[in-house]
């Protein structure tokens, strides 16, 4: 088996994982790596950019390394399937559709029951968002956008790295994601010292970003809405990843996203994305749900014709 289709087989194994079985439940690596986040920055913080930049550099590089060298020592095995199981763990290990798509319906199902208190209870599971002043409407708001974004930071995204850069990519785009959330706030401490990582997620998500939100617009209800809010609305939302995904979700569901946000105290207010839409409604995060798992399968089946047939064209040059 070629290389190229080993690492296809490989990570399909572990898109197929991560939709039967979630995350895994005990040793997750992002957790391990998570820890190994929390101790660089003990030892490395100062109240600047260089500092932050040296800490992010260490650890997605450390990571980076360590799965290129996994890669290089599976890719000498005679058989393929060191390579094909190496990309199957790495493929569950790092997407997350899966479990985003659980806490989704988890916080959707109590609002349909009527559970508003339920509801913002399990909404911190999704996003950092103060949910005590949600009505149910501004929760079930809240999980469709949370959808949106995280189906780019937590599937789409990884794939395309994969795509360029086989198992390392995979990892180094998850290990860089998990960085900007760890690190990559506006507070006192982390202003300067997390900028590197904040900025280097914005870098690393632009590309997965954009293919998310063409995909939602081929998948979606609406396409010609979801390019239209996209052209519109997202040059006008403070983040350049999630603007694209969340005008195309909104356009692509009919909905209106973005307003007036809270995060922990700090009151935001964001533009409205698809003003022509209607409010978002309970109903809307399981179609936000079913949207979110078309565009990975979607993004699966691109990224790995992408990879297999590049990498057949370099051979042959």
Known sequence: ?????????????GFLADLA???PRRGHPVAAFGRAVIRAERALWRDHRGAGALCAAVCAGGVAAAAAGLSTAAGRARSPLPSVVLAAVAGWTVLGGTSLIREARATGAALAAGDVPEARRRLPHLCGRDPEALDADG???AVVESVAENTSDAVVGALVWGAVAGVPGLVAFRAVNTLDAMLGHRSPRLLRFGWASARLDDLAGWPG???TATLAALAGSDPNGALRAWRADAARHPSPNAGPVEAAFAGALGVRLGGTLAYA????HRPVLNAGGRQVRTEDVERAVRLSRRVGVLALVTTTAVRVVATRKGRRR
């Open 1 to 13: 088996m070629p290389r190229p289709r080993a690492y296809a087989y490989g990570v399909t194994l």
């Open 21 to 23: 079985l979630g995350d």
């Open 139 to 141: 929760v079930a708001r």
């Open 265 to 268: 105290g700090r009151v935001e």
């Open 209 to 211: 970003a954009r293919l």
